[in-house]
């Protein structure tokens, strides 16, 4: 229920906010409906509010409350319809006028009435959202999910390898080799990171009781912090006193000081004097920062904490810890758990076909593949009882039958309820309603958050929305970028099953196509591809597989409810704001523009769209976020009608030229693409001078003798990020033109409040001087300014290194492709750029370049690709704030003698080829075990585009050689999983709640499942289709988290037609 609160929550606020915009954009227009307005803000934010109580509520809410939020959120769809449809763009003052005041009156009036009705209804049952607000989350003793005190969880499986490298950590004080004294004597704290389930807390309890470690440590205490918890001083006596009850042991029987000032002074004289081994389970960043100070640093003791986040862990691992990652199960790992715990008696034919589904819809997620198993017992096994098991998961785990998935449920619903504020929680679950298949683009998904009104802000916030999810390891990233933010992500498999599942059962998303839900559809995704044609579309709760009977019946069904969906005067009932089509649009929708209030509309995949519904895109007032796709090839001017539009994206269509009235729109700030702009006549160049382009991102555009471009751009004040295609020589007129405006873009300072500023520029061999154009005027002593230029790539020959570059001294991140400089020629002049983070360069070979002590002392990231296996020489003691190291030439052989990974100290990252020989990488693994930081090894591979001939692009590898970074594919293909024996259990661990509780150690049955090894990339389908061709995957490597999928096959069905709704603003 927390769920649909939430939705409703998210879909309250957005309409306060429009109200609010009315109110103040549109005062004298409205001067006559103040008082209606007013009351319909004063009403919903009071309900917002009440909605926020409904959350932290404990209890479930009852039928008639659950009623009066659907009633709520109805309502707070029909205010916000009528200001869309009556106000086509609130937030412009006074440039659209209200369509048919009159009619507009009446509406209001009846709104507020259809309110006052729906709030006498709520007190006269008392359905007041807050009436149990008394019982706070913080009152109670909250169970961590992942505690296995609490209620148990799953045999450790395969973490042999893993326990051994963190005994090693710990005991030896280094993640590597061996240390020296000073470094024994120094505090290290080890931080275990994953997503909940991943096993975190059956890891750090088998290296608690691994008899390595305990001889090595007279005292050692295990404490678990509750999920939620207050963080008073009663809170921080508590978690000491647990600690030093812990370090104690029979001695604590004695006496316990029950202040805190005494408490910290016990805690810090035996870490002093004792070597001791502290684990804190489920540590929170807020209950850290309170501890730490109490840890000296100068000690031979040793913490062990456990998180969710990634910034936690490394926060508590600075400056000289060691931060493991957990990785998910590998498909042989998950087939070996379940022949021991399942099919003990051997797989038949039909047994394996079942196995393989389940291992496929679990994801490599322990905590789930054990519930399956667990479920599964005392049944009488066949293919099909496993597969609809596997299918039906997220119900199994609502009705949870014998509480088989009473842990998978607590976990996966703590990953999202811990999640600060309603709008986060809203982008996680419309990351849902991509499919799970495929990893959607970063821009993508921030840019349609944005445009749905779930975050009120800017890209920036979008952003930050997006790294936080990530930081929780709930969104992982895919394909690494140059300043080693993802450009993909995507949701973890069985949270992507489990959330999709809960939007739908709060009708946030829905596949229900029955006539009484069709005023309510938000949402639409439409699939109507052919067989063999469509790929991998999952969107459902697990993966396919019923039968063609069935396939076609369910195809059959839906095809005829979405036949009678858009005919008659049905499809003037539908009002959803987002429409996503895969296949002909033609087919999907016989008339867009009965969606008059779309805001979303991403054609991208589509392959048919005739000029008729072209036309029609044109009458959609309200888009705020439009894509194209293959087969559309020109556009008219007439776009110009798209008032709203915020982001257009053109990169799939065969569009070469862009009318300049599109640019103009006012509310147009992303537009992406290849396109050209014509040059325009005196007049209208002149009204476009005097206009104000909202445009911040143009990537990108291409210049020639005739475009328009060189002009205008010198006026686009917003403009943030721009990608260019030079195809004119040195003697046109334009020439000079965009040179001058390309420098004034980058000089540009505090003046502009713009912010900082990224270039791209692909030059030809005309173009080769376009930098130098003015050096020798005053363009570079106006570039001698700090400027606001944050990155910067070039692509093409240069006939000498720039000037033009040195002088950027604002410059974070710097890319140059195949620029045919050399050696010293290549970084002329750069050891200026002392702030630069990220650096890569791209050539032939770069054997003539040396670095030195003292170049880039901030550089962080340094990605090198060269097509001979020639690579620079970095001195010893240069770039020592290094992180992430990128050698990518697929003839690599060997190490490289003049690039030592033991030379950089914080290094986190070493990048190759995926095409690498076995024996290569091999001895990379080998080489990273010996630095302190244990540094990941990921493979990459590079993208082959036939359209251009020279590319530097690498992507996250799908070709996968070592599984977890330190096997070579045979010894881990041969491991199979070991059962870890019981032990003694000594000194028993503390539980940290509200108080403080002594619990018994967990059994061996009761440890929580853990895989180290890889993650499978599995399918999840809502329906079954009416084939099903088979792909081979080859799985991908995480740069950033560090995940490295297996190579495997397995069977897609191809997608048929869908529609989702979703009860979202």
Same mark, same amino acid.
Request: hydrophobic share 35%.
């Given at each position: 229920m927390?769920?649909?609160?939430?939705?409703v929550s998210?879909?309250?606020?957005?309409v306060?906010?429009?109200?609010?915009?009315?109110i103040?954009k549109r005062?004298?227009?409205l001067?006559?409906l103040e008082?209606?307005?007013?009351?319909l803000?004063?009403?919903?934010a009071?309900?917002?509010g009440?909605m926020?109580?409904?959350?932290?509520?404990k209890?479930?809410?009852?039928?008639?409350?659950?009623?009066s939020?659907?009633e709520?959120?109805?309502?707070?769809?029909?205010?916000?319809d009528?200001?869309?449809?009556?106000?086509p763009?609130?937030a412009?003052e006074?440039?659209?006028?209200?369509?048919?005041?009159?009619?507009?009156?009446?509406?209001?009036?009846r709104?507020k009435?259809d309110?006052?009705?729906?709030?006498e209804r709520k007190?006269?049952y008392n359905?007041?959202?807050?009436?149990?607000?008394a019982?706070?989350?913080?009152d109670?003793?909250?169970?961590?999910?992942?505690?296995?005190g609490?209620?148990?969880?799953?045999?450790?499986v395969g973490?042999?390898?893993?326990?051994?490298?963190?005994?090693?950590?710990?005991?030896?004080?280094?993640?590597?080799?061996?240390?020296g004294?000073?470094?024994?004597?120094?505090?290290?704290v080890v931080?275990?990171?994953?997503?909940?389930g991943s096993?975190?807390?059956?890891?750090?309890?088998?290296v608690?009781?691994?008899?390595q470690?305990?001889?090595?440590?007279s005292?050692?205490?295990?404490v678990t912090l509750?999920?939620?918890?207050?963080?008073?001083?009663?809170?921080?006596?508590?978690?000491l006193k647990?600690i030093?009850e812990?370090?104690l042991g029979d001695?604590?029987r004695?006496?316990?000081?029950?202040?805190l000032?005494?408490?910290?002074?016990?805690?810090?004289?035996?870490?002093?004097?004792?070597?001791?081994l502290i684990?804190l389970?489920?540590?929170?960043?807020?209950?850290w920062?309170t501890?730490?100070?109490?840890?000296?640093?100068?000690?031979e003791s040793?913490?062990?904490?456990?998180?969710?986040?990634n910034?936690?862990?490394n926060?508590?691992?600075l400056?000289?810890?060691?931060?493991?990652s957990?990785?998910s199960?590998s498909?042989?790992?998950?087939?070996?758990?379940?022949?021991?715990?399942v099919f003990v008696n051997?797989?038949?034919?039909d047994?394996d076909?079942?196995?393989?589904?389940i291992?496929?819809g679990?994801?490599g997620?322990?905590?789930?593949?054990v519930?399956?198993a667990?479920?599964l017992?005392?049944?009488?096994?066949?293919?099909?009882?496993?597969?609809?098991?596997?299918?039906?998961?997220?119900?199994r785990?609502?009705e949870?039958?014998?509480g088989?998935?009473?842990?998978?449920?607590?976990?996966?619903?703590n990953n999202y309820?811990?999640?600060p504020g309603n709008s986060l929680?809203?982008?996680l679950?419309?990351?849902?309603?991509?499919?799970?298949?495929?990893?959607?683009?970063?821009k993508?998904?921030?840019?349609?958050?944005?445009a749905?009104?779930?975050i009120d802000g800017?890209?920036e916030?979008?952003?930050?929305?997006?790294?936080?999810l990530?930081d929780?390891?709930i969104i992982?990233?895919?394909?690494?970028?140059?300043?080693?933010?993802?450009?993909?992500c995507?949701p973890?498999?069985?949270m992507?099953?489990?959330?999709?599942?809960?939007s739908?059962a709060s009708?946030?998303?829905?596949?229900?196509?029955?006539?009484?839900?069709r005023?309510?559809?938000?949402h639409?995704?439409?699939?109507n591809?052919?067989?063999?044609t469509?790929g991998?579309?999952?969107?459902g709760?697990?993966?396919?597989?019923?039968g063609?009977d069935?396939?076609?019946?369910?195809?059959?069904s839906l095809?005829?409810?979405v036949?009678?969906?858009?005919?008659?005067s049905a499809?003037?009932?539908l009002?959803?704001?987002?429409?996503?089509?895969?296949?002909?649009?033609?087919e999907?929708?016989?008339?867009?523009t009965?969606?008059?209030?779309?805001?979303?509309?991403d054609?991208?995949?589509?392959?048919?769209?005739?000029?008729?519904?072209?036309?029609?895109?044109?009458?959609l007032?309200h888009?705020?976020?439009l894509t194209?796709?293959?087969?559309?090839?020109?556009?008219s001017?007439?776009m110009e009608?798209?008032h709203?539009?915020?982001?257009?994206?053109l990169?799939?269509?065969?569009?070469?030229t862009l009318?300049?009235?599109v640019?103009t729109?006012?509310?147009?700030?992303?537009?992406?693409g290849?396109i050209?702009?014509?040059?325009?006549?005196g007049k209208k160049l002149?009204g476009?001078?005097?206009g104000k382009?909202?445009?911040?991102?143009l990537?990108?555009v291409?210049?020639?003798s005739n475009?328009?471009f060189?002009?205008?751009m010198?006026?686009?004040k917003?403009?943030?990020?721009v990608k260019?295609?030079?195809e004119i020589?040195s003697?046109?007129s334009?020439?000079?033109?965009?040179?001058?405006?390309?420098h004034?873009?980058?000089?540009?300072?505090?003046a502009t409040?713009v912010g900082?500023?990224s270039?791209?520029?692909?030059l030809?061999?005309?173009?080769?001087?376009?930098l130098?154009?003015?050096?020798g005027?005053?363009t570079?002593?106006?570039?001698r300014?700090?400027?606001?230029?944050?990155s910067l790539?070039l692509?093409?020959s240069?006939n000498?290194?720039?000037q033009?570059?040195?002088y950027?001294?604002?410059?974070k991140?710097l890319c140059l492709?195949?620029?045919n #400089?050399?050696g010293?020629? /290549?970084l002329a002049g750069?050891?200026? %750029?002392?702030? *630069?983070?990220?650096?890569?360069l +791209? &050539?032939?070979?770069?054997?003539?370049l040396?670095i030195?002590?003292?170049?880039?002392?901030?550089?962080?990231?340094?990605?090198?690709v060269?097509?001979k296996p020639?690579?620079?020489i970095?001195?010893?003691?240069a770039? #020592?704030?290094?992180?992430? /190291?990128?050698?990518?030439?697929?003839? %690599?052989?060997? *190490?490289?003698?003049?690039i030592k +990974? &033991?030379w950089?100290?914080?290094l986190?990252e070493?990048?190759l080829?995926?095409?690498?020989?076995?024996?290569?990488i091999?001895?990379?693994?080998?080489?990273v075990?010996k630095?302190?930081?244990?540094p990941?090894?990921? #493979?990459?591979?590079?993208?082959?585009?036939?359209?251009?001939?020279?590319s530097?692009k690498?992507v996250?590898?799908?070709k996968v050689?070592?599984?977890c970074?330190t096997?070579?594919?045979?010894t881990?293909?041969q491991?199979?999983?070991?059962?870890?024996a019981?032990?003694?259990?000594s000194p028993?661990p503390?539980?940290l709640?509200?108080q403080?509780?002594?619990?018994?150690?967990?059994d061996?049955e009761?440890?929580?499942f853990?895989?180290?090894?890889v993650?499978?990339?599995?399918?999840?389908?809502i329906?079954q289709?009416?084939?099903?061709?088979?792909?081979?995957y080859?799985c991908?490597t995480d740069a950033s988290?560090?995940?490295?999928?297996?190579n495997?096959r397995?069977?897609?069905?191809?997608p048929?037609?869908?529609m989702?709704y979703?009860?979202v603003t």
């Amino acid at each position: 229920m927390e769920v649909a609160v939430a939705v409703v929550s998210a879909v309250t606020k957005s309409v306060v906010s429009k109200l609010l915009r009315v109110i103040e954009k549109r005062y004298k227009e409205l001067k006559d409906l103040e008082g209606d307005i007013g009351f319909l803000h004063r009403e919903l934010a009071m309900i917002c509010g009440s909605m926020e109580v409904q959350i932290s509520h404990k209890g479930q809410p009852s039928a008639v409350e659950i009623l009066s939020m659907d009633e709520f959120r109805a309502l707070a769809h029909n205010i916000e319809d009528c200001l869309d449809r009556f106000l086509p763009c609130a937030a412009c003052e006074g440039e659209l006028q209200i369509r048919d005041p009159r009619k507009f009156c009446h509406e209001i009036a009846r709104l507020k009435r259809d309110l006052d009705a729906a709030h006498e209804r709520k007190v006269r049952y008392n359905a007041e959202f807050g009436s149990a607000a008394a019982e706070s989350n913080l009152d109670e003793n909250p169970v961590d999910p992942e505690n296995p005190g609490a209620y148990g969880a799953s045999p450790a499986v395969g973490i042999e390898e893993a326990k051994q490298e963190l005994c090693k950590s710990l005991v030896d004080g280094g993640g590597g080799g061996g240390s020296g004294q000073a470094s024994r004597r120094k505090l290290k704290v080890v931080s275990v990171v994953g997503f909940g389930g991943s096993g975190k807390t059956a890891l750090a309890w088998e290296v608690y009781n691994c008899p390595q470690v305990a001889e090595q440590f007279s005292r050692r205490a295990w404490v678990t912090l509750a999920s939620k918890h207050k963080h008073d001083v009663a809170a921080k006596e508590a978690l000491l006193k647990a600690i030093l009850e812990g370090l104690l042991g029979d001695e604590a029987r004695e006496s316990v000081p029950l202040k805190l000032r005494q408490l910290q002074q016990h805690v810090s004289l035996l870490l002093r004097t004792k070597r001791c081994l502290i684990v804190l389970d489920n540590i929170k960043m807020e209950i850290w920062d309170t501890i730490k100070p109490i840890f000296p640093n100068e000690t031979e003791s040793r913490i062990l904490v456990t998180t969710t986040v990634n910034s936690v862990a490394n926060a508590c691992s600075l400056p000289d810890g060691y931060v493991h990652s957990m990785r998910s199960l590998s498909p042989e790992q998950s087939k070996d758990y379940l022949d021991k715990k399942v099919f003990v008696n051997g797989c038949s034919p039909d047994l394996d076909k079942g196995s393989t589904a389940i291992v496929n819809g679990c994801d490599g997620h322990p905590l789930a593949l054990v519930s399956v198993a667990k479920a599964l017992q005392g049944h009488k096994l066949t293919g099909d009882l496993c597969e609809k098991m596997i299918q039906n998961l997220c119900f199994r785990m609502d009705e949870n039958e014998n509480g088989h998935f009473t842990k998978l449920a607590q976990v996966l619903m703590n990953n999202y309820s811990s999640l600060p504020g309603n709008s986060l929680k809203t982008c996680l679950l419309y990351s849902s309603a991509f499919p799970n298949d495929r990893p959607v683009s970063r821009k993508t998904l921030t840019s349609r958050w944005l445009a749905e009104g779930y975050i009120d802000g800017d890209q920036e916030i979008a952003n930050k929305k997006l790294d936080e999810l990530i930081d929780r390891n709930i969104i992982r990233p895919v394909d690494p970028s140059n300043n080693g933010k993802a450009k993909t992500c995507e949701p973890h498999g069985i949270m992507h099953q489990f959330m999709l599942h809960k939007s739908m059962a709060s009708n946030f998303i829905d596949t229900s196509f029955g006539a009484k839900n069709r005023s309510n559809f938000r949402h639409l995704i439409i699939d109507n591809r052919t067989n063999g044609t469509t790929g991998n579309m999952g969107h459902g709760t697990g993966p396919a597989g019923r039968g063609r009977d069935r396939q076609h019946n369910i195809f059959s069904s839906l095809k005829e409810k979405v036949d009678n969906l858009f005919s008659g005067s049905a499809s003037k009932q539908l009002r959803p704001r987002s429409l996503t089509v895969f296949g002909s649009v033609e087919e999907a929708v016989p008339d867009l523009t009965s969606f008059e209030l779309l805001r979303v509309l991403d054609l991208k995949e589509c392959s048919v769209l005739s000029e008729e519904h072209l036309g029609q895109i044109y009458k959609l007032l309200h888009l705020k976020y439009l894509t194209l796709g293959c087969s559309v090839s020109n556009v008219s001017v007439e776009m110009e009608r798209l008032h709203c539009l915020e982001t257009l994206d053109l990169r799939k269509t065969k569009i070469e030229t862009l009318p300049m009235e599109v640019i103009t729109l006012p509310h147009l700030a992303h537009l992406y693409g290849k396109i050209k702009l014509k040059k325009i006549s005196g007049k209208k160049l002149t009204g476009f001078l005097q206009g104000k382009t909202n445009l911040q991102t143009l990537a990108g555009v291409v210049v020639d003798s005739n475009s328009g471009f060189p002009e205008v751009m010198v006026h686009m004040k917003k403009l943030t990020k721009v990608k260019i295609w030079c195809e004119i020589p040195s003697t046109d007129s334009n020439y000079a033109v965009l040179s001058k405006a390309i420098h004034k873009f980058a000089q540009a300072g505090m003046a502009t409040a713009v912010g900082a500023r990224s270039l791209s520029l692909h030059l030809n061999d005309f173009s080769k001087g376009l930098l130098h154009h003015h050096q020798g005027d005053n363009t570079i002593a106006a570039s001698r300014k700090h400027g606001y230029l944050s990155s910067l790539k070039l692509q093409g020959s240069l006939n000498q290194s720039p000037q033009f570059v040195m002088y950027l001294r604002g410059l974070k991140e710097l890319c140059l492709t195949y620029t045919n #400089l050399k050696g010293a020629e /290549l970084l002329a002049g750069l050891g200026n %750029l002392k702030l *630069l983070v990220c650096l890569k360069l +791209v &050539e032939v070979d770069l054997a003539d370049l040396d670095i030195n002590i003292g170049d880039f002392p901030s550089l962080q990231r340094l990605c090198l690709v060269v097509e001979k296996p020639r690579f620079p020489i970095i001195e010893h003691g240069a770039l #020592l704030r290094l992180v992430s /190291l990128q050698l990518l030439c697929k003839d %690599l052989v060997g *190490l490289c003698d003049d690039i030592k +990974v &033991e030379w950089f100290e914080a290094l986190e990252e070493v990048a190759l080829d995926s095409m690498l020989n076995q024996q290569t990488i091999q001895l990379w693994e080998n080489e990273v075990r010996k630095h302190p930081k244990r540094p990941r090894v990921i #493979l990459l591979k590079k993208v082959v585009d036939p359209t251009k001939t020279m590319s530097g692009k690498y992507v996250a590898s799908r070709k996968v050689y070592n599984n977890c970074y330190t096997d070579t594919p045979q010894t881990r293909l041969q491991r199979s999983c070991q059962v870890t024996a019981p032990r003694v259990q000594s000194p028993a661990p503390r539980f940290l709640f509200d108080q403080v509780e002594v619990c018994s150690g967990p059994d061996v049955e009761d440890t929580e499942f853990t895989a180290l090894d890889v993650k499978l990339d599995s399918l999840h389908s809502i329906h079954q289709t009416l084939s099903s061709p088979t792909y081979e995957y080859n799985c991908l490597t995480d740069a950033s988290v560090g995940v490295v999928q297996a190579n495997w096959r397995r069977t897609l069905f191809a997608p048929f037609l869908l529609m989702y709704y979703y009860e979202v603003t």
